[in-house]
C-alpha cells in the first residue's frame, strides 16, 4: 500500500543587495538552498510522532494529578482531599491542553465529575478498552484520525494501581470511609466512580492531537 506523504516547503527569507557588484558568498547561497528544501514526512511518521506525544503529556497529567492529590491527603486528610479534586483538577489538565495546544480530557462510563463522560469517538474506545478488561487482554495506547485526519484522538487506558485509589473509589463502607462518601455525595451526587477494585478499568486519557501540530515537532 503505498504511503501518503506531507510536503511541507520551508522558506527562509532571502536577504540581497541592491548593489548588482556586491555577490552573494557561497555559504549564504547553500544555507537558504537548503533551507527551502522540501521536506517529506509519510503518514506513519506523523502517527508514530502523535503516538509518542501522546505518551509524553498523559504520564505529565497523571503524575501531576497525582503528586497533586497525595499533598492534598497528607495535608488535608482524604475527605478533604476529594473537595481539592472538585476544585483543582480540571483547571489543572486546562493549564496543561493550553501548554500543549492540545485538548487533554479523562473519559470514564464510571465517572465521577459529568465532565468526564465520554463522547461518541470515546465511548466506542471505552467499549474496546473494556472488553480487552474483561478478557485478559492487554490494553494497548491507540491513535484513532478524527475529523479527515486533521486531528488525531490519543487514548490509553486508566486502571486502578493500588490500594490508594480505593480510599475514593473502593467499595463503600469497606474501602471509602463515611466521612469521605458524605463528601462525595455532597459534591457528586451523580457519582458513577465507587465499588472499584485494584486492576479495574477506570477509564482512560483522551488527548486531541492537532495533526499541525504534530507536523511542527518533526
Known amino acids: 500500500m503505498m504511503k501518503k506523504i506531507i510536503y511541507i516547503s520551508i522558506i527562509l527569507p532571502f ?3 541592491c548593489n548588482s557588484n556586491e555577490k552573494i558568498s557561497k555559504d549564504i547561497f547553500e544555507e537558504v538552498n537548503k533551507s527551502m528544501e522540501v521536506k517529506k514526512l509519510s503518514e506513519v511518521e506523523i502517527l508514530d510522532e502523535a503516538m ?13 494529578l497525582i503528586s497533586a492529590l497525595q499533598k492534598a491527603i497528607e495535608e488535608k486528610g482524604i475527605s478533604e482531599a476529594v473537595e481539592y479534586c472538585n476544585i483543582e483538577a480540571i483547571p489543572m489538565v486546562q493549564e496543561l491542553s493550553t501548554k500543549h495546544k492540545v485538548t487533554i480530557k479523562r473519559a470514564s462510563f464510571a465517572y465521577r465529575n459529568p465532565t ?3 463522547s461518541e469517538d470515546e465511548a466506542a474506545i471505552l467499549d474496546a478498552y473494556a472488553y480487552n478488561a474483561e478478557n485478559d487482554i492487554k490494553n ?4 484513532q484520525k478524527l475529523e479527515n485526519g486533521e486531528i488525531l484522538l490519543y487514548t490509553k487506558a486508566i486502571q486502578i494501581p493500588n490500594s490508594f485509589c480505593l480510599n475514593c473509589h473502593g467499595k463503600e ?12 455525595d455532597r459534591l457528586y451526587p451523580d457519582d458513577k466512580a465507587k465499588g472499584h477494585k485494584i486492576g479495574d478499568l477506570r477509564g482512560m486519557w483522551s488527548i486531541k492531537i492537532p495533526k499541525s501540530e504534530v507536523i511542527k515537532r518533526l
Open 15 to 17: 536577504v540581497f543587495s
Open 52 to 64: 509518542a506525544w501522546g505518551e509524553e503529556i498523559s504520564s505529565e497529567a497523571q503524575n501531576q
Open 116 to 118: 468526564d463522560k465520554p
Open 140 to 143: 494497548e495506547p491507540n491513535i
Open 173 to 184: 463502607g469497606i474501602d471509602i470511609s463515611e466521612e469521605t462518601l458524605g463528601k462525595i
